[in-house]
């Protein structure tokens, strides 16, 4: 059997030369019990591994790490495990999406740094998926995605659960007096059976999709539940299709992530109710490999798709209900008139290959296209004298009736106004209300928190009510529901028009016309907005200070403005140079 050519291999700058700075690589390889010839001639496969006790959700990747491995050595490529970072929706504060740069840097530059050909990112919980994502394009070495999957149900009183969905559901209605502690400590104990993402279309499940649909996984592995045996022969697979990238030197993330390949991922995005935070992760990856996707472009693509997933928030059912029905190929398959299907993706083949031979929709969990849950896609964009740049609606997790409103507003001076307050029995509030908290942007917060959807107040609650309008610069988790308009933009901590709402100030939402509008006079308007003091800036050093002097607002990604790709810009390569001769000094 003729032995691939491994010349071109990243790995060989390090180990290859015979000299002495190719003896301190291989020795620093060989001091970890690893021999020589295991570094000789062959591939060496990065896996980027967010694993964390921290992070429930990504608590199996040990495991997965291995079958992955498992892969590599089968194909004759060398397996070398390294961490990064791990963000952790639930527990890290004030937010996970104040770190997602941080992580991408740090993937970005150990991809960058270390003898690595081809890359395989474990990632599962929210922000892992993005930051992995965004760290691997901007360094552009040829890379693979397995994601963690979601996991098992939960089941409370013989019902199934949503992690997320149903716990607010729940949490409203221990407010409202209709649920005793004791139950919901019982909740409690059942919420999350095993390891493994949300189990509804929150965050973590529609990025894990759209990874898929940007043809940055293997084909049918995005849905695959963490704890089925078939996740384990997924991680396999992938190690194995790692090292055929690395032979082959391809194709890279800025081949795979083109702008054909962003409006399919937006197109699935719509199809299945996902959620509104892939809209900041989609548009901060497109600037990463110099792609200048626009906010409008969802509003385009979501007009032309209709909804064709059932799945909670947006539906009846669960991503394991889903992973039965055919899983994401199903569904891509369904949606292949509105599809860009040449795209080319990590498996060498384009996109419509990996969905060729999926099942047809059963009708109850995925759709016809003909026969749709809803006539559009599940979000919106509206824009106007509130929302210059624009903003953000889950059309469909929200009250219908609600999506055509004017209200006067009640302003919540961010999370800890909003906390003393919202349960006040002499708020001013009625059902026709519009509750607006600001500075919960990417700059006030910062890390523009999933603080969107704003409790119902308990007056309201007592009275039935389970939805208002909401609006703020913030986001929401992608597994909650209701008539909430979110990213405002610019946000109020910058001087946007969310800074310049008072308490009975007119709000009209048009969604069907995309308008959100602070409905006063302009030059109202424009007093207010030459009257605005900025607050000073919430950290004074360190990360937080980068943070904030330099993330862009959230129709622009909330990426760093000095990580976008410039667009007369290549990607970046290893200076081989610096590294193939001995520079002197140890």
């Known amino acids: 059997m003729q032995k691939p050519d491994t010349s071109h291999l990243r790995s060989a700058q390090w180990f290859g030369p015979n000299d002495l700075t190719g003896f301190v690589h291989r020795t620093a390889i060989q001091a970890e019990g690893i021999s020589g010839f295991a570094i000789k001639d062959r591939p060496v496969i990065g896996i980027a591994n967010s694993w964390s006790e921290l992070v429930n959700c990504n608590i199996h990747f040990k495991l997965l790490a291995d079958a992955v491995k498992r892969g590599v050595l089968l194909a004759g490529g060398l397996p070398l495990e390294f961490p990064t970072i791990s963000l952790g929706e639930s527990l890290m504060k004030p937010s996970a999406m104040q770190f997602r740069n941080l992580m991408a840097m740090d993937v970005e530059e150990s991809i960058r740094a270390y003898p690595l050909d081809a890359i395989v990112l474990l990632g599962g919980c929210d922000k892992t998926v993005p930051a992995q994502l965004m760290g691997a394009a901007s360094a552009d070495v040829p890379t ?4 963690g999957g979601p996991q098992e149900p939960a089941y409370f009183r013989g019902k199934q659960l949503g992690v997320g969905t149903d716990t607010w559901k729940y949490a409203d209605e221990l407010r409202a007096g209709k649920m005793t502690q004791a139950d919901f400590d019982e909740l409690e104990a059942n919420a999350k059976p095993t390891a493994g993402h949300c189990s509804e279309m929150g965050t973590a499940s529609t990025m894990t999709s759209l990874v898929e649909a940007l043809g940055m996984c293997l084909p049918g592995t995005a849905s695959i539940p963490a704890v089925h045996a078939r996740r ?11 090292v055929e990238m690395a032979l082959a030197d391809g194709p890279r993330p800025s081949e795979v992530l083109t702008r054909e390949a962003f409006d399919n991922a937006i197109t699935l995005l719509v199809a299945s109710g996902g959620s509104t935070n892939a809209v900041v992760h989609l548009l901060a990856l497109a600037r990463r490999v110099g792609i200048d996707l626009q906010l409008d472009r969802f509003h385009e693509i979501s007009e032309r798709t209709p909804r064709i997933v059932n799945v909670r928030p947006s539906g009846e059912y669960l991503v394991q209900e889903l992973f039965r029905a055919g899983g994401v190929p199903t569904v891509l398959k369904e949606l292949d008139p509105l599809l860009h299907a040449d795209a080319i993706t990590v498996s060498g083949e384009p996109l419509q290959h990996g969905y060729a031979s999926a099942p047809a929709p059963d009708g109850v969990v995925v759709s016809r296209l003909d026969d749709p849950f809803d006539a559009a896609g599940g979000i919106a964009v509206v824009r106007g004298t509130l929302a210059p740049r624009g903003a953000v609606i889950k059309r469909s997790a929200a009250s219908s009736e609600l999506l055509q409103h004017r209200g006067r ?6 999370i ?3 906390g003393r307050r919202i349960d006040d029995p002499d708020l001013d509030v009625t059902e026709d209300s519009v509750l607006v908290l600001r500075n919960c942007g990417p700059v006030g917060a910062p890390g523009m928190p999933e603080w969107g959807m704003l409790p119902i107040p308990e007056k309201l609650l007592r009275r039935g009510i389970r939805d208002v309008v909401r609006i703020s610069d913030a986001r929401m988790s992608g597994t909650a529901f209701g008539t909430t308009v979110l990213h405002v933009a610019p946000e109020a901590a ?3 028009p969310l800074s310049i709402v008072q308490d009975g100030d007119p709000i009209v939402l048009d969604v069907k016309n995309q308008r959100l509008d602070l409905d006063i006079p302009a030059e109202e308007i424009e007093r207010r907005l030459a009257e605005v003091q900025l607050p000073e800036p919430r950290y004074r050093r ?12 959230a129709d622009e990604g909330c990426d760093f403005d000095f990580l976008q790709g410039l667009p007369d810009e290549e990607p970046q ?5 610096l590294i193939s001769g001995w520079q002197g000094g140890w």
């Open 494 to 496: 910058v001087g946007g």
């Open 573 to 577: 390569r290893m200076p081989y140079g």
């Open 144 to 147: 693979i995605m397995l994601t």
């Open 232 to 242: 384990a022969s997924a991680a396999e697979a992938t190690g194995r299709r790692a």
């Open 409 to 414: 507003a009640i302003v919540f001076d961010g």
């Open 542 to 553: 360190g990360y937080g200070r980068l943070f904030i002097d330099h993330v862009l607002q």
């Open 416 to 418: 800890f106004d909003l």
